[in-house]
T-cell receptor, first 114, second 113 residues
Framework: SQTIHQWPATLVQPVGSPLSLECTVE??????LYWYRQAAGRGLQLLFY??????ISSEVPQNLSASRPQDRQFILSSKKLLLSDSGFYLC?????????????FGPGTRLTVT | GQNIDQPTEMTATEGAIVQINCTYQ??????LFWYQQHAGEAPTFLSY????GLEEKGRFSSFLSRSKGYSYLLLKELQMKDSASYLC??????????????FGTGTRLTVIP
């Protein structure tokens, strides 16, 4: 069966510091991968998605970036965190073929920028 | 773009039935999903509708009317553990790549004894 891992689970970082969140998927190959952010009391906002190694699409302009160095690894980074970057970061995967392409979420990373 | 509306909060009694509505506007509808999210946890997939009608899965059912841009999630025989947020998400075929989903802000359901 497929599993998705994220780490760290929680993180407290000062403004201006760098960020690196990691996501890995097991039990499947060539998945579509996604990074979402969920701010307190708000919906899920899609940040990045990837259909293959080295292929990253950004949904919203921001000070975050993503990379996919391996088929089942997805990394979210920032060079300088802002207060507004606080939130619950979720990685998700979906199969790359049908029929429904439902997305499965990792456990998430709760980031607090102070 | 996409516009997804759900009630913010609902309260229901243990053992009862509750219906959570979702309306959407999208240019290239290609599927609607319901997710359950307990506080502090990741969303978990509940159901998928792409054709009109009712999909039943145990105590949970999901309905879709594409002509009305409307879906609902029906929860029967409510249990305390059903207290969670329920997220409606829509897929749009005209959005490039990766079968992206667009989520509503979710409905927080509280089940009371």
């Amino acid at each position: 069966s497929q599993t998705i891992h994220q780490w760290p689970a929680t993180l407290v970082q000062p403004v201006g510091s760098p960020l690196s969140l990691e996501c890995t998927v097991e039990g499947t190959s060539n998945p579509n991968l996604y990074w979402y952010r969920q701010a307190a009391g708000r919906g899920l906002q899609l940040l990045f998605y990837s259909v293959g190694i080295g292929q990253i699409s950004s949904e919203v302009p921001q000070n975050l970036s993503a990379s996919r160095p391996q088929d089942r690894q997805f990394i979210l980074s920032s060079k300088k965190l802002l207060l507004s970057d606080s939130g619950f970061y979720l990685c998700a995967w979906s199969p790359s073929d049908g029929p429904s392409y439902e997305q499965y979420f990792g456990p998430g990373t709760r980031l607090t920028v102070t | 773009g996409q516009n997804i509306d759900q009630p913010t909060e609902m309260t229901a009694t243990e053992g009862a039935i509750v219906q959570i509505n979702c309306t959407y506007q999208t240019s290239g509808f290609n599927g609607l999903f319901w997710y359950q999210q307990h506080a502090g946890e990741a969303p978990t997939f509940l159901s998928y509708n792409v054709l009109d009608g009712l999909e039943e899965k145990g105590r949970f059912s999901s309905f879709l009317s594409r002509s009305k841009g409307y879906s609902y999630l029906l929860l029967k025989e409510l249990q305390m553990k059903d207290s969670a947020s329920y997220l409606c998400a829509v897929r749009d075929r005209w959005r490039t790549g990766a079968n992206n989903l667009f989520f509503g802000t979710g409905t927080r359901l509280t089940v009371i004894p």
